[in-house]
């Protein structure tokens, strides 16, 4: 009796409470119903940022509050509110246990009783494409250094301009990136940024640029940065065709005439995130003469893509492409089938599959090993 009753003591010590989460959820469980909320109240008071981790991998989700209906959607549901939180019967206190890689960096909500909110005791969250999302950062996960901004280091300007095209009869706002030693006395490098406003206001391209550069990692490339004005019919419909035309034929001639590029396709590359990864590689399968890098991050890869690389003649190309794990389920084999073409066809690839989902916190992290890869130092 006397051991029984120190393992009660010592499960109800919130101090000690770290290591075990279920064991406490099981104490919990065994008090009267009138007991159970004080050591909820006390457990919360010692562990005031949440989720609770444990073991590397093991995370547990808590919500204190009322609610009659409560679950949580996130990069591992799909973002399907699915993954359900369970109650603690006599108090207000909800949880819900999941695993993850010791790496991982998960992004999620709450959905209480319809509405979505961020998880209130989670100090982690992440701007991307879909607003504002809570963010699990695993006890493995590092946040890239190149993504922050550095006083000390040179900057390169950012040039604001517009684009008429007459292929496409629109004008689109386009954003040129300029090294910190940009003088016009020598060639540089260009990379095509597809989405090309969310690149600078959701990852950060400026700094990471701007770091790469600094710190000798890349030789200094010009950025042009072209958003879609239809992106779902100019980046895998009915006017991709006229919007690689448009690239090719009306913006690069531009882009040399008023800055000093290199012409040489080795030095050109193109980028881009999901339908964007699709535009990207449609750009450069039409047009490698143009284009000899490409960069698709949890890509779209529509059928005429891998037809014609898995039934053409080698092209001149070089890519980078990854995915999340827990990135959208429709992508996945597209990707990997992709990977298989190029793997059979002997091209210079790079392929990586990171423990994220589709989201600009997981595309912003990794796209210097795209930038490395195709400019490196000279």
């Not at 699915?82 to 909500?109: C, L, Q, W």
Request: proline fraction near 7%; glycine fraction near 6%.
């Amino acid at each position: 009796m006397k051991k029984i009753i120190l393992f009660f003591c010592i499960l109800a010590s919130p101090t000690i409470l770290a290591g075990n989460f279920e064991r406490f959820i099981s104490y919990l469980n065994l008090l009267p119903l009138n007991e159970r909320q004080a050591k909820v109240d006390s457990f919360m008071n010692a562990n005031p940022i949440l989720p609770y981790l444990e073991d590397d991998t093991a995370v547990f989700f808590i919500y204190q509050g009322h609610a009659q209906s409560l679950v949580i959607a996130g990069d591992f549901t799909g973002w399907t509110p699915s993954m359900p939180m369970t109650g603690v019967d006599g108090t207000n206190f909800f949880y819900s246990p999941a695993h993850f890689e010791a790496d991982a960096r998960i992004e999620y909500k709450f959905v209480i009783d319809g509405n979505w909110i961020l998880d209130p005791k989670n100090p982690h969250s992440f701007t991307g494409g879909t607003g504002i999302n809570s963010e699990v950062r695993m006890p493995a996960y590092i946040v890239s250094p190149e993504i922050s901004w550095y006083s000390v280091i040179p900057h390169g300007i950012i040039r604001d301009t517009s684009f008429y095209s007459k292929i496409l009869n629109n004008t689109r706002p386009v954003k040129i990136y300029l090294p910190p030693d940009y003088s016009g006395q020598k060639q540089y490098p260009v990379i095509v940024f597809h989405d090309g406003i969310e690149y600078v206001t959701l990852a950060n391209i400026v700094n990471i640029l701007d770091y790469l550069i600094a710190h000798h990692e890349i030789e200094p490339v010009i950025g042009v940065f072209v958003p879609p004005v239809d992106r779902e019919n100019e980046y895998s419909g009915s006017k991709k065709d006229a919007y690689t035309t448009f690239i090719v034929k009306e913006l690069m001639p531009v882009i040399d005439r008023k800055f000093t590029t290199s012409r040489d396709p080795r030095k050109r590359a193109t980028f881009g995130i999901s339908a964007g990864g699709n535009i990207a590689l449609f750009l450069g399968m039409k047009h490698p003469e143009a284009f000899g890098k490409i960069a698709a991050q949890s890509s779209d890869v529509q059928a005429d893509i891998s037809e014609t690389f898995k039934y053409s003649a080698k092209m001149n190309l070089d890519f980078y492409l990854d995915l999340g794990k827990y990135d959208l389920p429709v992508l996945i084999p597209l990707v990997n089938n992709f990977i298989r073409i190029l793997q059979n066809k002997n091209y210079v690839y790079q392929f990586k599959v990171w423990h994220e989902g589709h989201s600009w916190g997981n595309w912003e992290s990794h796209m210097r090993l795209a930038i490395r890869q195709f400019f490196p130092p000279g």
